[in-house]
């Protein structure tokens, strides 16, 4: 009564979804912005393993940081680019019209 030996199959990839009708289909807009919200999770935390990993190189090479560990703090950076939970963060075609848009109809 061992457990079963396998691989877990995971559907990493979006949901079909309709961008210009996004309240046609309540079931794909949920799935969506869940899709959505577990990729910036998954985002921010590898950027907290970046961090620590900045960290620990800081306090081994001490006065020699500077060029030891710059690869990792340029990938720091790179991460943390567009990552926030603000509404530039968001999937373009969730943020609405524009204002320019709204005025002209």
Known sequence: MGRK?????????????????????????LEMREHI??????EIEKAKILREKVKWCYRVEAVNHLQKCRHLVRQYLESTRGIGWGKDGRHPSLHGP????????
Not at 37 to 42: A, P
Not at 98 to 105: A, D, G, M, N, R
Request: aromatic share 12%; no cysteine; net charge negative.
């Open 98 to 105: 524009k204002v320019e848009e709204v005025e002209s109809e």
């Open 37 to 42: 919200v577990r990729e910036k999770w998954i």
């Open 5 to 29: 030996k396998g691989t877990v199959e995971f559907d990493e990839s979006p949901p079909d979804f309709d961008h210009e009708n996004p309240y046609g289909d309540p079931v794909a807009f």
